[in-house]
C-alpha cells in the first residue's frame, strides 16, 4: 500500500507539472488539478497509513486507530482547491474570449500593459 | 478570554456578506457600510496595539478548545500592529476607491474588499499553521476577484498568470504543511516550535524539507528574488487602487517568514539550523536590486510602482535575512513605511494614468500638473530613501544593523546603489511626465486613452477632489512616522526582543494545554482527540 500511495502522489505529480509548464491555459488549469490530487493523497498519507481503524481513539487503548486530523485537512483542501479550479476556469475563459487567443504567456503584454484600463 | 481578538475578523466577514446580499444594488449605501467598517477596524487596531504595547500576550481559543487541539488566535506585539497597518491601509483605499469612482466600474468591489482585509488581518493574527493557509486562501481568492476588477484584455491576460501562480504556491503550501505535520503530528504553531526544539539533528532531515517547502512559499507571497516572476505584471495590470492594497500582501508573506523562522525554525533551533544563512540574504539583495534597475527600465507608470515596492520589499527582506534582534526592529520600522509608501505611489499613479495613461512619454500636459508633481516628488524621494521622509530613517536603521554582518560591505553597496538606481528611475520618469509635456489638449487625453472600456471617459470628470486628499492625507502617517520615530522605534525594538525570545509566546499559547477535561485518564485523551477533530470540522464550515 505504501508503494502504491507514494507512486500515485509521484505520478500525479509529475504529470501535473509537466502541464502546468505548457504554454495554453487548458492543460495548465489539468495540471493544476492533478497537482491538487496528489496534494490530498500526499495530505492523507501523512497521518500514516492504517487500514480499517476507527478515525478516533477510544476508551480501549489497545485497539488501533488511524489519526483523524489528515482526513479533516485533507476535505478542507479538497473544498479549496475544487473552488479555486473553478475561479481559475472562469478568470481564463475571460482572458480567451476577450483576447481570442488562450496562450497564458501574455506575449502581447510586452510594452503595452498600458492600455489595459 | 478577551473577544477583541476576533472582532477585526468577524467584522469584515460579517460587513461583506451584508453588503452582496442587502446592498447590491445600492452604492451608496456599499460605500457607507465599507467605509465605517474600515473605521471600526482601524479603532480595533489601535485598542489592540495599545493592549499589546505592554508586551501582553493574549489569546483567543475558537470554540474555546484548548490550545494544541483546537485553533487559536495570538495578540502579540507584532500581529497588533500588522493589524493596525493593514487597517489603515484599508480605509485609505476604500476612500479612494470611492472617490475615484473605481468601485462602479465593475461589480462587488467593496464585498471583494471586506473579505481581502479578513483574509490579510486573519493570517496576521492566526496562531496555527493550517489556519494561516486557510486564510491565505480568503485573502488570495478576494485578491483574484479585486485584480480583475473592471474587466479588460491585459487585466484578465495578467490575472490568468497570477492565479496559477498562487494556486501552485498553494499546493506547495499543503505539501509542507503535511510534512511539518508528519513529523512534529502537529499544526499549532507554538507547539511546532517545542516539537522542532526536541528534533535530534540526525533525524532532521524531514523537517527541513517541511520549513523549506514553507519558505518557498511565504518567498512567493513576498517575491523573493527567483519567485518574484508574479508581482510586476500582477500590479501593473490590476487597478491601480487595487494595487495599492496589494502592497500589504508581499508584507503577509515578509510577516509570515518573520513568524516562522523565529518562532519554530529559529536561528537557534538545532534541527533546522543554517537552513536559510547561505542564501536568503544574497536573494533578498538581488531582489533589491532587480527591482531598482526595474524601476529604471520601465516603460509604464504602473510597473514602475510595481518595480519600486518590489525594490522596498528587497530591502525589507534583506533586514530580516539579517535574523538579528536590531536588524528585525528596523525591518518593523521600514516595514510599516514600505506599505505606506507603496500605496501612496500606487494612488499617484493612478491619479496620472486617469489624466495621460500610464506610457512614461513625452505627451499633452496633464490636468493639476503641478499638484501631482508635487506628490509624485514625495512619493519617490520617500521610495528612494531621501531625508526628510521616513524612508531615510529606515534604510538608515537597516544599514546600521548590517555593520556587523560579514557581508556588510555587500549590503551596505547593495542597499545604496539601489537607492541610486530608483532615485535616478524616478527622476527619469518625473522629467518625461512632469517636465517635457507640450500643448494643454487635455480634451483629447481621456478618449484617447480609455478605448478598452469607454464609459470611464465620464468618470474621469467626475472623479471626486477625494482622490487628491486621500493622496495627501496619505502623507500624513509618513510624517508622524519620521516624527515620531523614536516611539516607534521603540516599539519595533521590543517587538523583534520578544520575536526572538518566543518563550512567553509558546507559553502563553499552551497555558491551557493540560486543562483537565474528566477526572480518568482514558476520558481525557478521548476528549482531546475528540477536539481535534471537532475543531477542524468547524473550521471547513467557516470557510
Same mark, same amino acid.
Given at each position: 500500500?505504501?508503494?502504491?500511495?507514494?507512486?500515485?502522489?509521484?505520478?500525479?505529480?509529475?504529470?501535473?507539472?509537466?502541464?502546468?509548464?505548457?504554454?495554453?491555459?487548458?492543460?495548465?488549469?489539468?495540471?493544476?488539478?492533478?497537482?491538487?490530487?496528489?496534494?490530498?493523497?500526499?495530505?492523507?498519507?501523512?497521518?500514516?497509513?492504517?487500514?480499517?481503524?476507527?478515525?478516533?481513539?477510544?476508551?480501549?487503548?489497545?485497539?488501533?486507530?488511524?489519526?483523524?486530523?489528515?482526513?479533516?485537512?485533507?476535505?478542507?483542501?479538497?473544498?479549496?482547491?475544487?473552488?479555486?479550479?473553478?475561479?481559475?476556469?472562469?478568470?481564463?475563459?475571460?482572458?480567451?474570449?476577450?483576447?481570442?487567443?488562450?496562450?497564458?504567456?501574455?506575449?502581447?503584454?510586452?510594452?503595452?500593459?498600458?492600455?489595459?484600463? | 478570554?478577551?473577544?477583541?481578538?476576533?472582532?477585526?475578523?468577524?467584522?469584515?466577514?460579517?460587513?461583506?456578506?451584508?453588503?452582496?446580499?442587502?446592498?447590491?444594488?445600492?452604492?451608496?449605501?456599499?460605500?457607507?457600510?465599507?467605509?465605517?467598517?474600515?473605521?471600526?477596524?482601524?479603532?480595533?487596531?489601535?485598542?489592540?496595539?495599545?493592549?499589546?504595547?505592554?508586551?501582553?500576550?493574549?489569546?483567543?481559543?475558537?470554540?474555546?478548545?484548548?490550545?494544541?487541539?483546537?485553533?487559536?488566535?495570538?495578540?502579540?506585539?507584532?500581529?497588533?500592529?500588522?493589524?493596525?497597518?493593514?487597517?489603515?491601509?484599508?480605509?485609505?483605499?476604500?476612500?479612494?476607491?470611492?472617490?475615484?469612482?473605481?468601485?462602479?466600474?465593475?461589480?462587488?468591489?467593496?464585498?471583494?474588499?471586506?473579505?481581502?482585509?479578513?483574509?490579510?488581518?486573519?493570517?496576521?493574527?492566526?496562531?496555527?499553521?493550517?489556519?494561516?493557509?486557510?486564510?491565505?486562501?480568503?485573502?488570495?481568492?478576494?485578491?483574484?476577484?479585486?485584480?480583475?476588477?473592471?474587466?479588460?484584455?491585459?487585466?484578465?491576460?495578467?490575472?490568468?498568470?497570477?492565479?496559477?501562480?498562487? &494556486?501552485?504556491?498553494?499546493?506547495?503550501?499543503? #505539501?509542507?504543511?503535511?510534512?511539518?505535520? !508528519?513529523?512534529? /503530528? *502537529? $499544526?499549532?504553531? =507554538?507547539?511546532?516550535?517545542?516539537?522542532?526544539?526536541?528534533?535530534?539533528?540526525?533525524?532532521?532531515?524531514?523537517?527541513?524539507?517541511?520549513?523549506?517547502?514553507?519558505?518557498?512559499?511565504?518567498?512567493?507571497?513576498?517575491?523573493?528574488?527567483?519567485?518574484?516572476?508574479?508581482?510586476?505584471?500582477?500590479?501593473?495590470?490590476?487597478?491601480?487602487?487595487?494595487?495599492?492594497?496589494?502592497?500589504?500582501?508581499?508584507?503577509?508573506?515578509?510577516?509570515?517568514?518573520?513568524?516562522?523562522?523565529?518562532?519554530?525554525?529559529?536561528?537557534?533551533?538545532?534541527?533546522?539550523?543554517?537552513?536559510?544563512?547561505?542564501?536568503?540574504?544574497?536573494?533578498?539583495?538581488?531582489?533589491?536590486?532587480?527591482?531598482?534597475?526595474?524601476? &529604471?527600465?520601465?516603460?509604464?507608470?504602473?510597473? #514602475?510602482?510595481?518595480?519600486?515596492?518590489? !525594490?522596498?520589499? /528587497? *530591502? $525589507?527582506?534583506? =533586514?530580516?535575512?539579517?535574523?538579528?534582534?536590531?536588524?528585525?526592529?528596523?525591518?518593523?520600522?521600514?516595514?510599516?513605511?514600505?506599505?505606506?509608501?507603496?500605496?501612496?505611489?500606487?494612488?499617484?499613479?493612478?491619479?496620472?494614468?486617469?489624466?495621460?495613461?500610464?506610457?512614461?512619454?513625452?505627451?499633452?500636459?496633464?490636468?493639476?500638473?503641478?499638484?501631482?508633481?508635487?506628490?509624485?516628488?514625495?512619493?519617490?524621494?520617500?521610495?528612494?530613501?531621501?531625508?526628510?521622509?521616513?524612508?531615510?530613517?529606515?534604510?538608515?536603521?537597516?544599514?546600521?544593523?548590517?555593520?556587523?554582518?560579514?557581508?556588510?560591505?555587500?549590503?551596505?553597496?547593495?542597499?545604496?546603489?539601489?537607492?541610486?538606481?530608483?532615485?535616478?528611475?524616478?527622476?527619469?520618469?518625473?522629467?518625461?511626465?512632469?517636465?517635457?509635456?507640450?500643448?494643454?489638449?487635455?480634451?483629447?487625453?481621456?478618449?484617447?486613452?480609455?478605448?478598452?472600456?469607454?464609459?470611464?471617459?465620464?468618470?474621469?470628470?467626475?472623479?471626486?477632489?477625494?482622490?487628491?486628499?486621500?493622496?495627501?492625507?496619505?502623507?500624513?502617517?509618513?510624517?508622524?512616522?519620521?516624527?515620531?520615530?523614536?516611539?516607534?522605534?521603540?516599539?519595533?525594538?521590543?517587538?523583534?526582543?520578544?520575536?526572538?525570545?518566543?518563550?512567553?509566546?509558546?507559553?502563553?499559547?499552551?497555558?491551557?494545554?493540560?486543562?483537565?477535561?474528566?477526572?480518568?485518564?482514558?476520558?481525557?485523551?478521548?476528549?482531546?482527540?475528540?477536539?481535534?477533530?471537532?475543531?477542524?470540522?468547524?473550521?471547513?464550515?467557516?470557510?
Amino acid at each position: 500500500m505504501e508503494l502504491l500511495i507514494a507512486s500515485a502522489v509521484g505520478i500525479l505529480s509529475a504529470a501535473g507539472i509537466y502541464l502546468v509548464l505548457r504554454k495554453r491555459t487548458f492543460p495548465v488549469i489539468l495540471g493544476m488539478s492533478l497537482l491538487s490530487y496528489a496534494v490530498n493523497i500526499f495530505l492523507f498519507s501523512t497521518g500514516r497509513l492504517m487500514t480499517g481503524a476507527p478515525p478516533i481513539l477510544n476508551k480501549y487503548q489497545d485497539m488501533a486507530y488511524t489519526d483523524p486530523l489528515p482526513q479533516a485537512l485533507v476535505l478542507t483542501a479538497i473544498v479549496i482547491s475544487f473552488g479555486m479550479t473553478a475561479v481559475i476556469v472562469m478568470v481564463a475563459l475571460a482572458a480567451y474570449l476577450s483576447s481570442r487567443d488562450d496562450r497564458i504567456d501574455m506575449i502581447h503584454d510586452q510594452t503595452t500593459g498600458g492600455d489595459s484600463q | 478570554m478577551n473577544h477583541l481578538l476576533i472582532a477585526p475578523i468577524v467584522l469584515p466577514a460579517l460587513v461583506g456578506p451584508f453588503i452582496i446580499l442587502v446592498l447590491r444594488y445600492h452604492i451608496d449605501l456599499q460605500r457607507i457600510f465599507a467605509i465605517a467598517s474600515c473605521v471600526f477596524q482601524v479603532i480595533l487596531g489601535i485598542v489592540m496595539v495599545s493592549q499589546a504595547n505592554s508586551g501582553l500576550v493574549q489569546i483567543y481559543e475558537l470554540g474555546n478548545w484548548q490550545a494544541p487541539f483546537g485553533i487559536v488566535l495570538v495578540l502579540d506585539r507584532l500581529s497588533a500592529m500588522m493589524v493596525l497597518l493593514t487597517a489603515s491601509l484599508g480605509l485609505a483605499v476604500v476612500l479612494y476607491a470611492t472617490g475615484s469612482r473605481w468601485d462602479e466600474r465593475g461589480e462587488n468591489f467593496h464585498a471583494l474588499f471586506q473579505f481581502q482585509l479578513m483574509g490579510i488581518i486573519g493570517a496576521f493574527l492566526t496562531g496555527d499553521a493550517f489556519n494561516l493557509f486557510v486564510f491565505f486562501e480568503v485573502l488570495l481568492i478576494a485578491s483574484y476577484g479585486l485584480m480583475i476588477h473592471a474587466g479588460g484584455t491585459q487585466r484578465f491576460l495578467a490575472g490568468t498568470q497570477y492565479v496559477v501562480f498562487n &494556486l501552485l504556491g498553494s499546493a506547495l503550501f499543503l #505539501l509542507a504543511l503535511g510534512t511539518i505535520y !508528519s513529523v512534529t /503530528g *502537529t $499544526l499549532n504553531m =507554538a507547539d511546532i516550535a517545542q516539537r522542532v526544539a526536541e528534533i535530534p539533528i540526525q533525524d532532521s532531515a524531514l523537517i527541513r524539507v517541511g520549513a523549506m517547502m514553507l519558505f518557498l512559499v511565504f518567498s512567493i507571497k513576498a517575491a523573493l528574488l527567483p519567485l518574484h516572476f508574479w508581482l510586476p505584471a500582477s500590479y501593473a495590470n490590476a487597478p491601480l487602487p487595487v494595487a495599492a492594497l496589494f502592497a500589504i500582501m508581499t508584507k503577509v508573506g515578509a510577516y509570515a517568514i518573520l513568524r516562522m523562522y523565529t518562532l519554530a525554525f529559529g536561528p537557534d533551533v538545532a534541527a533546522t539550523a543554517g537552513l536559510l544563512d547561505m542564501w536568503f540574504l544574497p536573494a533578498a539583495l538581488l531582489t533589491l536590486l532587480i527591482g531598482a534597475i526595474g524601476v &529604471l527600465g520601465s516603460r509604464e507608470i504602473g510597473r #514602475l510602482m510595481a518595480f519600486a515596492a518590489l !525594490s522596498s520589499v /528587497g *530591502t $525589507l527582506l534583506t =533586514a530580516i535575512a539579517l535574523m538579528t534582534p536590531v536588524g528585525t526592529a528596523a525591518a518593523l520600522y521600514y516595514m510599516i513605511h514600505s506599505t505606506l509608501t507603496a500605496a501612496l505611489a500606487f494612488l499617484i499613479a493612478d491619479q496620472i494614468f486617469e489624466r495621460r495613461g500610464g506610457e512614461i512619454a513625452v505627451k499633452p500636459v496633464m490636468s493639476q500638473n503641478g499638484l501631482l508633481s508635487a506628490l509624485f516628488f514625495i512619493a519617490a524621494i520617500a521610495i528612494a530613501g531621501m531625508p526628510p521622509l521616513s524612508g531615510f530613517l529606515g534604510k538608515i536603521m537597516v544599514l546600521d544593523a548590517a555593520r556587523a554582518h560579514p557581508l556588510a560591505p555587500w549590503i551596505w553597496g547593495v542597499i545604496l546603489g539601489g537607492s541610486l538606481i530608483t532615485m535616478m528611475g524616478f527622476a527619469r520618469a518625473g522629467t518625461l511626465i512632469f517636465w517635457s509635456g507640450y500643448g494643454l489638449d487635455q480634451k483629447k487625453i481621456p478618449i484617447s486613452q480609455n478605448h478598452d472600456n469607454g464609459e470611464t471617459d465620464e468618470d474621469n470628470h467626475t472623479s471626486s477632489r477625494l482622490t487628491l486628499v486621500v493622496c495627501f492625507a496619505l502623507i500624513g502617517p509618513l510624517i508622524a512616522h519620521t516624527a515620531l520615530a523614536g516611539y516607534i522605534l521603540r516599539y519595533t525594538e521590543a517587538t523583534a526582543q520578544s520575536l526572538f525570545n518566543p518563550q512567553v509566546y509558546i507559553e502563553t499559547v499552551l497555558a491551557n494545554r493540560d486543562r483537565p477535561v474528566t477526572s480518568s485518564h482514558d476520558d481525557d485523551d478521548a476528549h482531546a482527540q475528540h477536539d481535534e477533530t471537532q475543531s477542524h470540522v468547524s473550521t471547513e464550515e467557516e470557510h
